[in-house]
Nanobody, 112 residues
Framework: QVHFVESGGGSVQPGGSLRLSCTPS????????MGWYRQVPGKSRELIAG???????SYHDSVKGRFTISRDKINRKLYLQMTNLKPEDTGVYYC??????WGQGIQVTVSS
């Protein structure tokens, strides 16, 4: 079973920035579509940002212009750069590779 090391989460004030990263224990990040999902209590996970096999990126409307997904295929990392963070960005963020491979989740809290 693959595991992911996620890092970069934490607490930040509104308007601040964070960069999440995700590294798989096995395999790379270049051969599958990958994405970042967010979950808040009482709701299902929703796709926030995705990157296709050919590096086409897509974003949830709520984060367009503020978040950027990218990947480093050599170092096997998936990133989510988050800027101008808002309280509604608070949640647990999960990286995903393909269909079945999920990270364990990392908390992001935006609060003054």
């Amino acid at each position: 079973q693959v595991h992911f090391v996620e890092s970069g989460g934490g607490s930040v004030q509104p308007g601040g920035s964070l960069r999440l990263s995700c590294t798989p224990s096995t395999g790379g990040v270049g051969l599958d579509a990958m994405g970042w999902y967010r979950q808040v209590p009482g709701k299902s996970r929703e796709l926030i940002a995705g990157i296709s096999v050919v590096d086409y990126t897509s974003y949830h409307d709520s984060v367009k212009g503020r978040f950027t997904i990218s990947r480093d295929k050599i170092n096997r990392k998936l990133y989510l750069q988050m800027t101008n963070l808002k309280p509604e960005d608070t949640g647990v963020y999960y990286c995903r590779r393909g269909v079945d491979d999920w990270g364990q989740g990392i908390q992001v809290t935006v609060s003054s």
